[in-house]
Structures are given as structure tokens and as C-alpha cells.
């Protein structure tokens, strides 16, 4: 599958930003999808996940109640809905998939995307 990350932008703290995530593949519904990000120079970090149905979400500890998953199978598309930013949140956001795993790993995911920038600054 083959993933392609959009929406990013400069937005002020306090503001919201939509991330789209395209997958190409047929089997897309089948798959666990991930959202990521990296702030330079730090680690890539687990910010976000949806099961294949769109039944079961996970959040990191740092995003929870701002930050929404959701997925349309029918589009081949994962959302992630950021509300209330933070300086903090600044980074790439890269979305992924997992054909047969579901966690916060990175190794849980064998395909990215290349990841669209947020920089949230006033």
C-alpha cells in the first residue's frame, strides 16, 4: 500500500489543522493505520491509531481530547482532526499502516508515508 500525507501548514497555538492520509491498494480496509510524528531532533513518536473498522482508537497521553482519528474505507482515507495546538505539537506527521499489528511501535508498521509538516508558532 502506498501512503500520501497532506495538509500541514503553519497554524497559530490554540488553532486546528486537518491531516489527510491517501492510501492506494484495495486492502487498505483491512489495515491498521498510524499516525506518527518527529520534532526535530527528536525520535519519531506514536501519536495516534485506528483499527481496521474504525471501532477501536488509541491516543498518546499528550494528544488525547485534542487530537481525533477517523478512517473511510469507502475514500481509502485517514483523518486526523488537531484541535487546540501547542507549540509542542510542531513536527512531521507521517501516517502509517499495519497490515496485521496494532500498537504504539513504529516496528508495529511496514508502510509510510513521507510525512507532511505542522508548525504551529505565533
Known amino acids: 500500500v502506498q501512503l500520501q500525507a497532506s495538509g500541514g501548514g503553519l497554524v497559530q497555538p490554540g488553532g486546528s489543522l486537518r491531516l489527510s492520509c491517501a492510501a492506494s491498494?484495495?486492502?487498505?480496509?483491512?489495515?491498521?493505520m498510524g499516525w506518527f510524528r518527529q520534532a526535530p531532533g527528536k525520535e519519531r513518536e506514536f501519536v495516534a491509531a485506528i483499527s481496521w473498522s474504525g471501532a477501536i482508537t488509541n491516543y498518546a497521553d499528550s494528544v488525547k481530547g485534542r487530537f481525533t482519528v477517523s478512517r473511510d474505507n469507502a475514500k481509502n482515507t485517514v483523518t486526523l482532526e488537531m484541535k487546540s495546538l501547542k507549540l509542542e505539537d510542531t513536527a512531521v506527521y507521517y501516517c502509517?499502516?499495519?497490515?496485521?499489528?496494532?500498537?504504539?511501535?513504529?516496528?508495529?508498521?511496514?508502510?509510510w508515508g513521507q510525512g507532511t509538516l505542522v508548525t504551529v508558532s505565533s
Open positions: 491498494g484495495r486492502t487498505f480496509s483491512t489495515y491498521t
Open positions: 502509517a499502516a499495519a497490515n496485521t499489528g496494532w500498537g504504539r511501535s513504529t516496528e508495529v508498521y511496514e508502510y
